[in-house]
């Protein structure tokens, strides 16, 4: 006699059932699941907020024939910025820092910064709490890392601004930042007076280019402009 291998109706009843309670467990684990993702995502995002975003980088972008280019970007708590690169010596050209300064602003909705001032502006995607790409048009990765046994920048850089003299008080207002500081009478702050006395004209706010650097003080503002070089007056005005 030939046996019958097909499943009884009551077999295949008790294998629907089963099928169907898998079905229902594994709905909820799928949702568990992608809820913890959710919240990963969120954790990921308030640790990239933008209150956590000032402080100093550093790195070494690469370069075509040279060890790379050092540079430091200090992004400051009140949007401004200061950015420094050094290039090394080749056999046309001597070592050489360049410098800008400038404001720093969320580029809405993506987790990047553009630095907008003196030179071209420059955008910087966030990997990481503590590294910034700079977006450029090159393969090679231009990264840097936060750096916190940088604390202030004191670099002399070519600056445009605008002085107001109150008596013996002068102060600057440099005009791509913002940045407003009682001006040392130190350095060339001779050359100054002497231009600005000999503008005789003058009133009010005056225009001028300079060579300078700032000190800080330890709540991170401005103490004072030191001018290591006055290029000079422009005249009236204001940034």
């Given at each position: 006699?030939?046996?019958?291998?097909?499943?009884?109706?009551?077999?295949?009843?008790?294998?629907?059932?089963?099928?169907?309670?898998?079905?229902?467990?594994?709905?909820?684990?799928?949702?568990?699941?992608?809820?913890?993702?959710?919240?990963?995502?969120?954790?990921?995002?308030?640790?990239?907020?933008?209150?956590?975003?000032?402080?100093?980088?550093?790195?070494?972008?690469?370069?075509?024939?040279?060890?790379?280019?050092?540079?430091?970007?200090?992004?400051?708590?009140?949007?401004?910025?200061f950015f420094r690169q050094e290039y090394p010596a080749d056999d046309a050209h001597e070592a050489m820092d360049t410098y800008s300064l400038g404001r720093w602003n969320p580029v809405a909705d993506t987790p990047a910064i553009e630095l907008a001032g003196a030179g071209p502006r420059r955008t910087f995607t966030r990997v990481d709490r503590d590294t910034l790409v700079m977006r450029t048009d090159s393969?090679?990765?231009?990264?840097?890392?936060?750096?916190?046994?940088?604390?202030?920048?004191?670099?002399?850089?070519?600056?445009?601004?605008?002085?107001?003299?109150?008596?013996?008080?002068?102060?600057?207002?440099?005009?791509?930042?913002?940045?407003?500081?009682?001006?040392?009478?130190?350095?060339?702050?001779?050359?100054?007076?002497?231009?600005?006395?000999?503008?005789?004209?003058?009133?009010?706010?005056?225009?001028?280019?300079?060579?300078?650097?700032?000190?800080?003080?330890?709540?991170?503002?401005?103490?004072?402009?030191?001018?290591?070089?006055?290029?000079?007056?422009?005249?009236?005005?204001?940034?």
């Amino acid at each position: 006699m030939r046996s019958s291998r097909s499943a009884s109706p009551a077999c295949c009843n008790e294998l629907l059932t089963v099928l169907a309670l898998h079905r229902f467990l594994i709905i909820p684990v799928i949702l568990l699941v992608g809820g913890c993702g959710n919240d990963r995502d969120a954790d990921s995002r308030a640790g990239l907020s933008e209150a956590s975003l000032p402080g100093a980088y550093a790195g070494v972008f690469p370069c075509d024939g040279c060890v790379g280019i050092a540079a430091t970007l200090w992004l400051r708590s009140d949007g401004s910025f200061f950015f420094r690169q050094e290039y090394p010596a080749d056999d046309a050209h001597e070592a050489m820092d360049t410098y800008s300064l400038g404001r720093w602003n969320p580029v809405a909705d993506t987790p990047a910064i553009e630095l907008a001032g003196a030179g071209p502006r420059r955008t910087f995607t966030r990997v990481d709490r503590d590294t910034l790409v700079m977006r450029t048009d090159s393969d090679l990765e231009h990264r840097l890392t936060r750096d916190p046994s940088m604390t202030d920048f004191s670099a002399t850089i070519s600056m445009r601004g605008v002085m107001r003299v109150r008596g013996d008080s002068v102060s600057f207002t440099e005009c791509w930042t913002g940045l407003v500081a009682p001006v040392s009478k130190g350095g060339d702050f001779g050359r100054f007076r002497h231009q600005y006395r000999s503008a005789g004209r003058l009133r009010g706010p005056t225009f001028v280019e300079l060579e300078g650097r700032f000190s800080w003080s330890s709540d991170g503002k401005p103490k004072s402009l030191t001018i290591e070089r006055f290029v000079t007056v422009k005249g009236n005005g204001v940034c």
